[in-house]
């Protein structure tokens, strides 16, 4: 099968069009948990026209992860990095799954003391996230395993990006939660992840992406990966995480890295659409150097890698 790379501008327009980046109070990252909490204690909200917006509780399921031996592949896979939140995002482009870069022990993390993450802007405008991941530890499955991830369905945007006013459903999307592992996957009998025993441990790169593949063999195309404002995640044998200050080293590497597994026969064709979702309203952060790395894969892709054959039973 022959596969290309093609980085789609029209996609890139599509999303930033739909950006929109009000700011809100400072005090509505506090309050927004008690409002979303009331919300789904009451299975819903009226509007002034004597409407009414379900909020129903969803479930969490726990999914492990596979080898990419029997996915489906694209003979094409469009390629966007836009200036936008996950949730935009993903709405904008339907069927998208959004990666939760989770806390691994804590249920939406800072969420709940107003902390402003990727995950805890995810629980502010889906309020049906936090309290299915609360299930899910009531369940037993937190502290989140390296070789599983979360994966809730359908969940409703109820509030508008950026500014959190409640609004009519303005789509529904789903999220896989997943916290980044620190080291070596561990060999679990429950979740035979690695097809051989003594099959090296996978980077963080190639993690984030059996993430997502994995959820599209179930029900999705198109992939939405949303990196952090607050944090840079450098994807490295260190397996390490470090904070904004390091972002210039940290934007060096990690875009490359993506490329590089994106391009690798595991991963390729493997995708319909990867978009990164990275909101950098300054210009001084992560968009620049992914957007760079990314269209240059396309451009590449289009050139020399056309006629590049998907190895069979890649794995």
């Known amino acids: 099968m022959q596969h290309q790379y093609v980085w789609s501008p029209d996609i890139v327009r599509q999303l930033e069009n739909k950006a929109y980046r009000p700011r809100a109070p400072d005090e509505q990252y506090s309050s927004l948990p008690l409002e979303n909490a009331r919300l789904m204690k009451s299975g819903g909200f ?5 409407g009414r917006q379900a909020l129903p509780r969803l479930p969490t399921e726990e999914v492990c992860l596979c080898t990419p031996k029997a996915w489906q592949r694209f003979p094409e896979t469009k390629l966007a990095v836009a200036n936008v939140d ?3 995002a993903s709405l904008a482009l339907n069927n998208a799954c959004a990666l939760n870069f989770a806390n691994a022990v804590h249920p939406g993390g ?11 802007d995810l629980c502010r405008l889906l309020p ?4 299915a991941l609360v299930d899910a530890q009531e369940q037993g499955l937190y502290p989140l395993k390296p070789d599983a991830v979360l994966l809730t369905r359908d969940l409703l945007a109820v509030r508008e990006p950026g500014s959190y006013n ?12 997943a916290a980044m592992p620190n080291g070596s996957l561990p060999e679990s009998k429950d979740a035979p992840c690695r097809e051989h025993k003594h099959a090296p441990p996978l980077s963080r790169q190639e993690f984030v992406l059996f993430f997502m593949r994995r959820t599209v063999v179930d029900c999705q195309s198109s992939i939405t990966v949303s990196m952090p404002v607050e944090v840079t995640v450098v994807f490295s044998q260190l397996m390490c995480v470090l904070p904004a200050k390091s972002a210039v080293r940290a934007c060096q590497s990690c875009p490359r890295l993506f490329a ?7 991963f390729r064709g493997a995708f319909d659409t990867v978009v990164f979702a990275i909101i950098d309203p300054r210009g001084d952060g992560n968009l620049r ?22 190895r069979d039973g890649a794995g």
Request: hydrophobic share 30%; net charge negative; aromatic share 4%.
């Open 46 to 50: 009226g509007f002034h026209d004597g």
């Open 86 to 88: 996950t949730v935009t």
């Open 110 to 120: 800072g969420y709940l003391h107003g902390a402003r993450a990727q995950e805890e």
């Open 260 to 266: 590089q597994q994106l391009a690798s026969p595991d």
């Open 128 to 131: 049906q996230l936090h309290p």
């Open 166 to 177: 409640l609004r009519g459903s303005l789509g529904t999307c789903s999220v896989i939660t």
């Open 289 to 310: 150097p992914f957007r760079e790395v990314l269209q240059t894969l396309g451009e590449r892709s289009e050139i020399n890698m056309c006629t590049a054959s998907i």
